[in-house]
């Protein structure tokens, strides 16, 4: 069975770059048969996608924050990274990885989130 | 962008009832809707996808519908274990996009 796994840091500083790591198991971020996703909520609030990746590398962004953030894979085996620059107060946020199994429009699997807060 | 919007956004039921919550697109997504259950300090999970299609391991209790615009979520005989929050999410246009959610709670 899937499982993923958020990792990083859950303090980051205004104007800095936060990186999150996914870590994979059960199966391999290079099978075409997934896409793998980062989505956020801020706390109290609703859900937002932020964007995936396909094994070829094919991304796509949510254009809110398309200016912002890098999405790929992670220096290690089956791990895949987001970095989000010049994150502000309203970056603070439960951040999710998902992925989904073909239909690359919803999410089937999610990690248990990790918190990161924005904040001097 | 597409926006999604809920109704309501909160209820109250009790043990067996029947829960509807409704779901809206402002443009058309033909199916490619899909709805998540989410309960305090966890991640969303899977319920429907592609407007009525039960997720595997979700029970039958839990059926949606609908196309285009409209769309429902249903819980035939509310239990226990389905007080959360609900969410609907298109899958239709980037960026993916989710309503507000449905806080179910009990009566």
């Known amino acids: 069975q899937l499982q993923l796994q958020e990792s990083g840091p859950g303090l980051v500083k205004p104007s800095e770059t936060l990186s999150l790591t996914c870590t994979v198991s059960g199966g391999s971020i290079s099978s075409s048969s997934y896409h793998w996703g980062w989505l956020r909520q801020p706390p109290g609030k609703g859900l937002e996608w932020i964007g995936s990746f396909y094994y070829t590398g094919r991304t796509y962004y949510n254009p809110s924050l398309k200016s912002r953030v890098t999405i790929s894979v992670g220096t290690s085996k089956n791990q895949f990274s987001l970095k989000l620059s010049s994150v502000t107060a309203a970056d603070t946020a439960v951040y999710y990885c998902?992925?989904?199994?073909?239909?690359?429009?919803?999410?089937?699997?999610w990690g248990q989130g990790t918190l990161v807060t924005v904040s001097s | 962008d597409i926006q999604m919007t809920q109704s309501p956004s909160s209820l109250s039921a009790s043990l067996g009832d029947r829960v509807t919550i409704t779901c809206r697109a402002s443009q058309s997504i033909s199916t490619y809707l899909n709805w998540y259950q989410q309960k305090p300090g966890k991640a969303p999970k899977l319920l429907i996808y592609a407007a009525s299609s039960l997720q595997s391991g979700v029970p039958s209790r839990f059926s949606g519908s609908g196309s285009g615009t409209d769309f429902t979520l249903t819980i035939s005989s509310l239990q226990r274990e389905d007080f959360a929050t609900y969410y609907c999410q298109q899958g239709y246009s980037n960026p993916f996009t989710f309503g507000p959610g449905t806080k179910v709670d009990i009566k």
């Open positions: 998902a992925t989904t199994f073909g239909d690359p429009s919803y999410f089937d699997s």
